[in-house]
């Protein structure tokens, strides 16, 4: 009887799963998407304005020809002009801390969209922050809680003896300030991006941000402008400044006679050019040895071109 009834249990379970359709009609050209911050300080503030596709189509679809400027409530105005496709930037503004801010954006079509007014925020510099971060993932951290603005967040994780601090790591870091709204939206972001997929997951929550369409007023726009200054940093980790990290790189090599078999037996493995036995007779090699590809060819598991930043 509990065979039975576990069996049908299964059978309920597995017979309920059908395709759906959410009742969500966007139109053919999508939604404009916003993303980017202003950066108030020195640098190059840039956008990227695109469009929301089918969920099916993989690829992404910028919006280009648009006119983007950056318009203050004293009547100041900047102009982001499209250095590749989608992505309007502009170099070295300087931007009144005492002023507020709004981005406007006229797309092909003549459509306007209009963010809110906003202030400059306030990014304190960053500090030696060489822990831990994931890359793909958006890291947030408040201080709505603390009494200053001061911000104690992972921002990278290296597994026990890997590679990466095998030698030395490098890590490029990004800092921007957000206001409470501003944060509250990508919190939804990261809940509808990072957060989805399984029946115990939250249900995707609607994005509403602080740029709104001016010729309709119905039309929803992904995005939210904000401006601050931009802190950066690139920290570097050696491994000797990590006690026990143990990272071997595996790699061992292997005796192989110089005969046809014993070479495809073996035909996953790089040659090394170390040779261990020739014929005293006509010269030839007898045996040599190899190890695998990622042993010898470095460029199968990164490049041999030194990157500008590296000591």
């Not at 950066?232 to 005969?259: D, H, M």
């Not at 007779?281 to 695998?292: Q, R, V």
């Amino acid at each position: 009887m509990k065979f039975f009834l576990y069996i049908l249990v299964v059978l309920l379970l597995t017979g309920c799963k059908q395709r759906y359709d959410p009742p969500v009609q966007s139109p053919v050209t999508g939604y404009l998407v916003v993303d980017g911050v202003i950066n108030s300080g020195p640098g190059t503030a840039s956008i990227t304005l695109s469009r929301t596709t089918k969920f099916e189509n993989k690829n992404m679809v910028y919006e280009k020809g648009a006119l983007v400027k950056l318009e203050g409530e004293d009547n100041s105005m900047y102009t982001l002009v499209e250095k590749t496709q989608g992505q309007y930037s502009i170099d070295n503004i300087s931007l009144d801390a005492g002023k507020k801010y709004r981005l406007r954006i006229t797309v092909t079509g003549s459509k306007v969209y209009l963010s809110d007014f906003s202030t400059v925020k306030n990014n304190p510099p960053i500090d030696s922050c060489w822990q831990f971060n994931s890359p793909t993932n958006l890291s947030l951290g408040s201080t709505a809680k603390e009494s200053q603005d001061i911000v104690y967040l992972p921002i990278a994780f290296v597994p026990q003896a890997s590679i990466k601090l095998g030698v030395l790591y490098s890590l490029h870091v990004k800092q921007i300030t957000w206001s409470q709204e501003g944060y509250e939206f990508l919190e939804r972001m990261k809940k509808n991006t990072e957060s989805t997929g399984t029946i115990f997951d939250p249900q995707p929550s609607e994005l509403n941000g602080n740029i709104h369409c001016v010729t309709d007023a119905g039309e929803p726009v992904i995005g939210y402008f904000n401006i601050c200054p931009l802190q950066e940093k690139r920290i570097f980790i050696q491994s000797s400044e990590v006690p026990s990290w143990n990272y071997s790189a595996g790699c061992s090599t292997i005796l192989i006679p110089n005969i046809s078999d014993s070479i495809v037996a073996n035909g996953g493995m790089s040659l090394m050019p170390t040779i261990v036995g020739m014929s005293s007779l006509s010269g030839a090699i007898i045996t040599f040895y190899a190890a695998p590809s990622e042993c010898v060819d470095c460029t199968l598991s990164g490049t041999n071109k030194k990157p500008a930043y590296w000591p």
